[in-house]
């Protein structure tokens, strides 16, 4: 190769980047040779010369983000990419860009761009200096910190704010989302952070989304007016076995009562911050929200997602129609006396015109006979969610996504199936060029092996927690705790998590009695713990090192048949003649298994021990596609075989 130093990467071969001695090479740290990386950037390469589709599998260790982010950058073409969560892209913006910058490419422009609601709006921080109102003596001294820091900060971004609690109620009445965003009319527009971050992204190169952000813009985007994201013509999906059900969220409707209270709250402030409106007037937000506590009520008291038909919500609306009417008709007053404001401010406009989407969303979620969309309706706390939900996105996504854009690459550790991407490609519609597979940089059979034990209960037998809790406990003491014991149910979690307590001498910590964020730092910092934990901790959750040495799993994570979405999904594909188990249920649990299971081996050097106690894998017939689509783990029904690979393991 000729002088290195002079090379521009738009120039030079894939080989030349990520071979032995390329580029990479030189100038990355903690560089080695992988042959699945090259591989992939090979194919991303030719999806974006060639202006085609690509799925490709990559397990953990592939430096996967390096061989889609090089070839978009050498592609010269404005690049999304799209990434499961906010920590995510962050990571991607603030290390793997500078990273390039430094190395490959000086000029090379990026935008991070996130949900509005992470953004400070600069309007309401003025208006609340006019006129403050606060509970209490922290959000005094929270507000004072946030007006400072309005001065300094170059992108308004929460994620700064690292005094600032995740729940704090502040931030939803400062926060930049629309609602009570009058865009260009607003004095501050010029300097507004959200003008700043789509100015960003329209001089970006390659803008850094999550797949909330991208699919509440694809819902969005019939013409440029009123899209979120600039012109581009190729997405990177990273962490693409989310993409279904994030599309799904976004090209459904939802509603929750949670909606009115805010209405209500933001009619109260505004009327008040601009000192317009009559006592009538002010009188009818208090109706509204006693009339939405009224109306919502009417549900179920018992927690979870319940199917909603046609018939199901007809009779609800025959028995509770006086609530309804009187929640609907005091939002439609609300409406109509903001409209008779003279002089109309902007700001007033815009909750005018909120209280009629409102309503009319309502009314569909309750009345609406369109098909091809399941209803369902969820209690959760203090909410009450309705909900209507697309039960096949395929043909959504091939209209609205594959036939739009000329190139769209698929990628994550958790895609095939057995060893084909059918599953993925008949629900999410696209028909790719290029499909790969690719192979693993780990040497699973060396670093891991997998428990199934010999004799277990069948999972719905009484005798199963009692039994599992035994099987947990011995695991425990081989790999001296340092595991996540993962569950299909909470209740099934806190059973077995009773049943283990005092029979190990390691701190167990048991989701849901702190934060996630709290029990996972406290999981890293604690010698020899275990984490009891549901299907929330079964993906994007990082541990490297021996402290994570065993992960165990009760059942295979088949979708609880009885949830609206799963019963519409597999009701639609019975009727069309196929086999929804065989198609459905039976694909989605092996993605969700070869993620929980991916939890373990993160690195090169990581060692440990992998169990699922549910025997179907090795008794039933469609257990084989589980254990053809993991990785190549040792498999044993010994536990003795355990602790000796744990004793050969270096400490
Ligand atoms: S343009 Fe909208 S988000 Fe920006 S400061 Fe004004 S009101 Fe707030």
Redesign the pocket.
Known sequence: MANKSSEKIEEITAEDIFGPGGLLARRHPGYEFRASQLAMARIAGEAFEKRQHAIIEAGTGTGKTLAYLIPAIRSGRRVVVSTATKSLQEQLFQKDVPFLQKNFAPNLKAALMKG?AN?L????VHQIEDQPLFKGMDEIDWFSQIRDWEKVTETGDRSELTFLPDDAELWNRLD?RSD????QK????S?????AMHQRAHEADLIIVNHHLFFADLAIRQDDFGSILPEYSAVVFDEAHEIEDVASDYFGRRLSSYRFEELARDAESTLRLLRVGSAPLRRQTARIRERARAFFERFPEREGRYSFSLAERSAFLEQNREAFTELTSSVKRLETELSALAPKPEEVIALARRASELRRELAFLLESEEKGYVYWYERRGRGVFLAATPIDVSEILREKLFEQFDTVILTSATLAVGANFDYLKQRLGVRPAAESVLPQEFDYAAQAVLYIPREMPDVRSPSFSARAADEIARLLDITQGRAFCLFTSYGQMREIHERVSGRVPFPLLLQGTAPRSTLLDRFRSTPNAVLFATASFWQGVDVPGAQLSCVIIDKLPFAVPSDPIVAARVRALTEDGRNAFAEYQVPEAVLALKQGFGRLIRSKTDRGVLSILDTRIRRMQYGKIFAESLPAYAITQDVADVARFMESCPP
């Open positions: 509005r953004f709006c600069r309007r309401k930049a009570l965003c009058t865009g607003c004095p501050e527009f300097r507004c952070f959200i003008t």
